[in-house]
């Protein structure tokens, strides 16, 4: 594997490509999303498969 040497230019040309990119905003919402989604589906089936349970419970007596 050979060892590329970048010039001056090319240094700097990725340091502003690394700035701007750390200040772009857009899609943080769906990066949110993509996090609390799986939570609250597991909280939410959760719940349901719970009060599935309890009623079967009292079903039973």
């Known amino acids: 594997m050979t060892c590329r040497v970048k010039s001056k230019r090319n240094v700097l040309r990725s340091f502003c490509w690394?700035?701007?990119?750390s200040r772009d905003r857009r899609g943080v919402a769906a990066v949110e999303f993509a996090f609390?989604?799986?939570?609250m589906l597991a909280?939410?089936?959760g719940t349901v498969e719970l009060t599935s349970a309890i009623e079967i419970a009292r079903l039973r007596r």
């Open 36 to 39: 609390i989604a799986p939570i």
């Open 43 to 45: 909280l939410f089936f």
């Open 18 to 21: 690394i700035a701007r990119l």
